[in-house]
């Protein structure tokens, strides 16, 4: 086996903060210090320098550049070994597997520079609704989700009953009123025009958790729960079930990385497109 040397008298007595002082001031890599070797191949002082979080004590210290050193010495004499004993058959095959993930790097490399370059990341409401419009069916819900107000408050608030009446209330001078005491409430929504999922629902109102799903999943103008810290009023506006189309507010995100995703491989084709017909312009590539 492969002659393993482990140097660590001088570290027991330097800090982390010690050890990249030590590297910082010594300016000739040439004469940095060797912490460990196997064979041929050497550990610098600097490849431990971050392995010990700012803090640490000298005795964890040690330990954790011990077991680095161990791991790395594992590492190289498991290599070493692999390239002593390996065919050439299997060599040449290793070599090609580098080959081909090096010549990706670069190609893959290349390809996000023109992306990000060219690619148009504007995206209009109108193509993102007709984006949904064409695909509907591709946009079916795996969860439930509700439209749905609600505010809640400690046991503590004095003004239960106006919070109760105006949340009742349709009229737009009594929402309005109620938006004046939000400051009051622990937690709120009360414009019922967004979706949440019945899950989030779960989160926010956990009373709820109690109840069964399909009395939940209906709708409903007053719904009163409360828990030992406070009280919830929930109005339940709106519902969809599971396998029904997901609205378009509830998937705009989406959408937009979905188109932006089609245009970005729309514009590899048409950058390769390019490259190959420049190439046979200019006589770079040639079929016979």
């Known amino acids: ?15 982390c903060d010690k050890i990249k002082e030590f590297i910082s001031t ?8 060797v912490v460990a070797s196997v064979g041929e191949v050497n550990l610098y002082l600097s490849d431990v320098a971050n392995v010990v979080p700012r803090g640490t004590s000298k005795n964890d210290s040690l330990v954790l550049i011990k077991s680095y050193i161990n791991t790395w010495a594992k590492e190289q004499l498991l290599l070493k070994k692999a390239e002593e004993n390996i065919s050439d058959v299997n060599n040449k095959q290793i070599n090609e597997l580098v080959k ?10 290349y390809k996000e520079t023109l992306i990000n370059q060219q ?18 069916d591709n946009f079916r819900l795996n969860e439930e989700l509700l439209q749905l107000k609600y505010i809640y408050f400690g046991k503590d608030f004095l ?11 349709t009229t737009v001078e009594d929402l309005e009123d109620l938006e004046n005491l939000t400051i009051n409430f622990k937690d709120y929504m009360l414009r019922d025009s967004s979706w ?11 009373p709820f958790r109690y109840e069964s799903k399909e009395k939940l999943l209906k709708k409903s ?8 810290l406070g009280v919830y009023l929930v109005a339940v506006n709106n519902v969809l079930k599971r396998n029904e189309i997901a609205p378009l507010s509830y998937i705009r995100s989406n959408i937009k990385q979905l188109i932006l995703h089609k245009r970005k491989i729309e514009l590899v084709r048409e950058i390769e497109k390019t490259l190959i017909n420049d190439a046979i312009k200019n006589n770079e590539f040639k079929e016979y």
């Not at 103008?221 to 030992?228: A, G, L, Y």
């Open 1 to 15: 086996m492969k002659k393993v040397i482990f140097t660590f008298c001088f570290l027991a007595f330097l800090s």
């Open 26 to 33: 010594d300016t000739d890599s040439d004469n940095e210090p």
């Open 100 to 109: 081909n993930y090096k010549e990706s790097l670069y190609i893959n490399g």
């Open 119 to 136: 690619l148009d990341t504007i995206i209009s409401e109108q193509s993102i609704q007709k984006y949904y419009t064409n695909n509907k």
């Open 159 to 169: 003004d239960k009953k106006e919070a109760i009446k105006k949340f009742q209330s």
């Open 196 to 206: 949440v999922s019945y899950d989030d629902v779960l989160l926010k109102i956990p």
């Open 221 to 228: 103008k007053f719904i009163q729960k409360e828990d030992s």
